[in-house]
């Protein structure tokens, strides 16, 4: 089954306590993605990737790092979250071009 | 660099009628444009896709979306809506030209009343 994979669904945390959020899809898409969503602000990009050791930041990187060591793979790392950062993380991938883009089923990060 | 704009946060309308959902855009070159829905505690699910051709386009669930190239539109539209149809929308858009990422609009809110 095609899907994107995110872990953990669910993690509550304390500020600067380094965390690092996966996200796996097995469809061989070169674009990954990651989003907040806040209420009342949508869906804001944090970092995206193009392919294999290719990442460019979004509209919010701050706070936020990134790696694409693998085609599959793109973690999502918070080194040293603070309460701001509370949210619901969304990662996505597709196909470049036309492709629609495939999400996963969120991660909701609360620090303290 | 491209950009979506949902001009309505809430959309409100009666089961039965008509529904749109409003959504623009700005790109350099050619659009893709994509909507997606989010039900509560889900990621967001493709629901249709406009790349080139007819502007009316057809999705899942009975949804469909007219492309306007000159209004650079998007509006999402279903003839008839269900109570179950209630989510919050996001219209989507690539640019054709640069290939680069995916931008979101901030999303539409709508609510269904039986």
């Known amino acids: 089954e095609a899907q994107v994979t995110q872990n953990p669904r669910y993690l509550i945390t304390v500020t600067g306590k380094k965390l690092t959020v996966t996200c796996s899809q097995n469809?061989?898409?070169?674009?990954m993605s990651w989003y907040r969503q806040d209420p009342g602000l949508g869906l804001r990009q944090i970092y995206y990737?193009?392919?294999?050791?290719?990442?460019d930041k979004g509209d919010v990187p701050e706070g936020y790092k990134v790696s694409r060591k693998e085609k599959r793979n793109f973690p999502l790392i918070l080194e040293s979250p603070s309460p701001n950062q509370t949210s619901l993380y969304f990662c996505a991938s597709s196909l470049l071009g036309t492709g629609e883009a495939f999400f996963g089923q969120g991660t909701r990060l609360t620090v303290v | 660099a491209q950009s979506v704009a949902q001009p309505e946060d809430q959309v409100n309308v009666a089961e039965g009628n008509p529904l749109t959902v409003k959504c623009t855009y700005s790109?350099?070159?050619?659009?893709?444009l994509f909507w997606y829905v989010q039900y509560p505690n889900r990621g967001l699910q493709f629901l249709l896709k406009y790349i080139t051709g007819d502007n009316l386009v057809k999705g899942s669930y009975g949804f469909e979306a007219e492309f306007n190239k000159s209004q650079t539109s998007f509006h999402l539209k279903k003839p008839s809506a269900l109570v179950s149809d209630s989510a919050l929308y996001f219209c989507?858009?690539?640019?054709?030209?640069?290939?680069?990422?995916?931008?979101f609009g901030a999303g539409t809110r709508l609510t269904v009343k039986p």
């Open positions: 469809m061989n898409h070169e674009y």
């Open positions: 790109v350099s070159g050619n659009p893709y």
């Open positions: 990737s193009m392919n294999v050791e290719v990442t």
């Open positions: 989507a858009v690539r640019d054709g030209l640069s290939l680069n990422d995916m931008r």
